[in-house]
């Protein structure tokens, strides 16, 4: 680590974490095979070891919704850069995303997908910014209640830094 952030949750706290979300889906969706929807890039650490986790059957997909850019404060606007490419008409859908903060994204998707017909449909957030929140947004599971600070680290950035670090931190902006 260096002295540009400071670290909030280490690798075993997350892994902790990530097995308990894990074991509360696949309890929940027993019989089921639920997709996942890994939101890019940010959630792909999270989606694979969350996957892996998981005691029942599932399928992945991947969508690509941006709204930070290069900043580290969420603009107002969502693009959807990459949609998913599966049928989810009568499948058992979970948004899986490693933080939620204003829910502007994730109330985005789960519009945009919720109009297809899914069986069922919940978001999945590792961490969640609550202080932050203009859109109410419902978390089905949910890991962390975060203050608000910039997070990077297990797969999050800013400016595509940081995404490799096994941990999260907060990133010192002074």
């Given at each position: 680590?260096?002295e540009?952030h400071?670290i909030?949750?280490d690798?075993q706290?997350?892994?902790?974490k990530?097995e308990?979300l894990?074991?509360r889906?696949s309890?929940?969706?027993?019989?089921?095979?639920?997709?996942?929807?890994?939101?890019l890039?940010g959630?792909?650490i999270f989606?694979?070891?969350?996957?892996?986790?998981l005691?029942?059957?599932?399928?992945?997909?991947?969508v690509?919704?941006a709204?930070?850019?290069?900043?580290?404060?969420?603009?107002?606007?969502?693009?959807i850069e990459?949609d998913l490419?599966?049928d989810?008409?009568?499948?058992h859908?979970?948004l899986?995303?490693?933080i939620?903060?204003t829910g502007?994204t994730?109330?985005q998707?789960?519009?945009?997908f919720?109009a297809r017909g899914?069986?069922s449909?919940?978001?999945?957030?590792?961490?969640d910014?609550k202080?932050?929140?203009v859109?109410?947004?419902?978390?089905a599971?949910?890991?962390?209640e975060i203050p608000?600070?910039?997070v990077?680290?297990?797969g999050m950035?800013?400016?595509?830094k940081f995404r490799?670090?096994?941990?999260?931190?907060?990133?010192?902006t002074?």
């Amino acid at each position: 680590m260096d002295e540009s952030h400071e670290i909030l949750f280490d690798e075993q706290t997350i892994a902790n974490k990530v097995e308990e979300l894990a074991s509360r889906i696949s309890a929940d969706y027993a019989g089921k095979e639920p997709v996942l929807v890994c939101i890019l890039k940010g959630a792909m650490i999270f989606t694979a070891d969350l996957m892996r986790g998981l005691t029942i059957p599932s399928v992945i997909d991947f969508v690509r919704a941006a709204s930070y850019g290069g900043s580290t404060t969420s603009s107002k606007s969502i693009t959807i850069e990459q949609d998913l490419q599966i049928d989810i008409r009568d499948r058992h859908v979970l948004l899986v995303d490693t933080i939620i903060d204003t829910g502007r994204t994730m109330d985005q998707l789960l519009r945009k997908f919720g109009a297809r017909g899914p069986a069922s449909i919940k978001a999945v957030a590792l961490l969640d910014k609550k202080s932050r929140r203009v859109v109410d947004v419902a978390v089905a599971y949910r890991g962390f209640e975060i203050p608000d600070v910039f997070v990077v680290g297990y797969g999050m950035d800013c400016a595509e830094k940081f995404r490799n670090l096994p941990y999260i931190a907060a990133l010192k902006t002074d």
